[in-house]
């Protein structure tokens, strides 16, 4: 049996049309609610032919932080995916960010304990990495030591969370870890945490860049590792780095109604963070934090050739997924 928890989002509708399409394991998916609409858009976009797959899913509606019903999700699992989490970048998130990611993914890893489960597969972030040297690339090998400034929650949940899958291993859990950089892919444009759709349709871009990958490589990615004897490592899934300007002009390649971009720079962000904290004095709620000015400007690299020397596995281009976005 193969559990997935977080079914119903992002990277789990992903890992879900993945299994669906190349095992034929019994899957069982949890979610808080059931709403199976992004995992019929997947099928509707890349194999409407095998959209029964679909009644395959045994559905399981359980909170992470609810032992006794993840006690019950979780009986029969050999291989479990842990992609189910909160992600968040407003500070007013911070208390339920560290209680989902690091409180769940603790039940999950004990409950994975007592039930003699096989293999686990851990979601975490890029965002736990530090800063490398200037000119570095983040590698596996960098340390992992997030900023612990506020607004930085999301990546010291996603840290804190990882290490209670590492305590796991310790105790007997095999797993492995994956880092995703920028998942970009079908149902991205209503994700509430990115705001793609109006990040989208601004006219301004900011003057940095990081890293992108496939939600369908990820997916890939995550199935082959787990069917490997691949056991307690990490691996950064990258498919490509790129300024903030570069990427809104591919998509703009694939959607040629979107506007094209005028570069801020960094003295009109500069501007802009004063201006926002004055209005904040009088009451307006504040979104441009030290954290986010930085990682505006910041040109991040990231290293994901790890996963492709062990597997038989390759990034897609970012376009062609790019080229399946609803915008």
């Excluded at 049309?17 to 976009?45: G, N, V």
């Excluded at 000015?293 to 050739?305: E, V």
């Amino acid at each position: 049996m193969i559990v997935v928890t977080g079914g119903t989002g992002l990277v789990g509708a992903h890992l879900l049309y993945e299994l669906l399409c190349h095992t034929h394991a019994p899957i069982r998916a949890l979610c808080r609610r059931k709403d199976t609409s992004l995992l019929e858009r997947l099928f509707q976009t890349y194999a409407p032919s095998l959209a029964d797959l679909l009644s395959r899913i045994e559905w399981v509606e359980a909170d992470i932080l609810d032992i006794p019903a993840l006690e019950a999700a979780l009986q029969g699992a050999t291989l479990v995916y842990h992609c189910a989490a909160k992600v968040s970048f407003a500070t007013e998130d911070a208390s339920l960010l560290l209680k989902t990611n690091i409180e769940g993914t603790a039940n999950v890893v004990n409950v994975a304990l007592h039930h003699g489960v096989k293999k686990l597969c851990y979601v975490s972030s890029i965002a736990t990495f530090a800063l490398p040297k200037a000119g570095e690339a983040i590698s596996e090998e960098t340390p992992q030591e997030p900023n612990r400034e506020r607004g930085n929650e999301y990546a010291l949940s996603k840290y804190s969370a990882e290490m209670e899958v590492w305590r796991g291993v310790q105790e007997g859990l095999p797993a492995v870890v994956v880092y995703p950089s920028v998942i970009i892919g079908v149902g991205v444009e209503t994700h509430p945490a990115m705001k793609v759709q109006k990040l989208c349709h601004s006219p301004y871009v900011t003057g940095g860049g990081t890293g992108f990958v496939a939600a369908l490589d990820v997916a890939k990615a995550m199935r082959l590792l787990m069917e490997s004897p691949i056991e307690n490592q990490g691996f950064i899934l990258n498919g490509t780095d790129l300024s903030y300007a570069q990427f809104f002009e591919l998509l703009r390649q694939s959607h040629p109604l979107l506007p094209k971009k005028k570069c801020l720079s960094p003295t009109t962000l500069r501007l802009l963070y004063y201006a926002e904290a004055f209005l904040w004095l009088f009451g307006r709620k504040r979104m441009l934090t030290n954290k986010l000015l930085h990682t505006l400007q910041h040109q991040s690299r990231y290293d994901g050739a790890k996963i492709t020397q062990v597997l038989p596995f390759s990034y897609t281009p970012i376009e062609k997924t790019l080229e399946k976005l609803s915008l």
